[in-house]
């Protein structure tokens, strides 16, 4: 089970930090992503990190700005946003991929969760 919180709403400019805490299966070993979605679009994606966490990889919309990080002992993996935009706003997802090498195409991933509303206002 993955659940996400964190979501809200900020004004632009701002930072909110996203937290996945994950149970019930090996996360620990599992590839982590974040991906977001807006009414009418797809699923995309925002940031992925590796099993053991020294591999990242971010949107180029998003870098420079967000950052993937994850707590294998605590099962979490939390996605800091900042200098937020009115187009970050978005539900955001985590997501959980059985292997330790992590993607950007969010049919490479296995588990989900139920996502988070975040909302930049101008």
């Known amino acids: 089970q993955l659940v996400e919180s964190g979501g809200g709403l900020v004004q632009a400019g701002g930072s909110l930090r996203l937290s996945c805490a994950a149970s019930g299966r090996p996360y620990s070993s599992y590839a982590m992503g974040w991906f977001r979605q807006t009414p009418g679009k797809e699923r995309e994606f925002v940031a992925r990190i590796n099993g053991n966490g020294y591999d990242t990889g971010y949107a180029d919309s998003v870098k420079g700005r967000f950052t993937i990080s994850r707590d294998n002992a605590k099962n979490t993996v939390a996605l800091q946003m900042n200098s937020l935009k009115p187009e970050d706003t978005a539900v955001y997802y985590c997501?959980?991929?059985?292997?330790?090498?992590?993607?950007?195409?969010?049919?490479?991933?296995?588990?989900w969760g139920q996502g988070t509303q975040v909302t930049v206002s101008s």
């Open positions: 997501a959980a991929r059985r292997a330790y090498y992590s993607g950007e195409n969010s049919a490479e991933y296995d588990y």
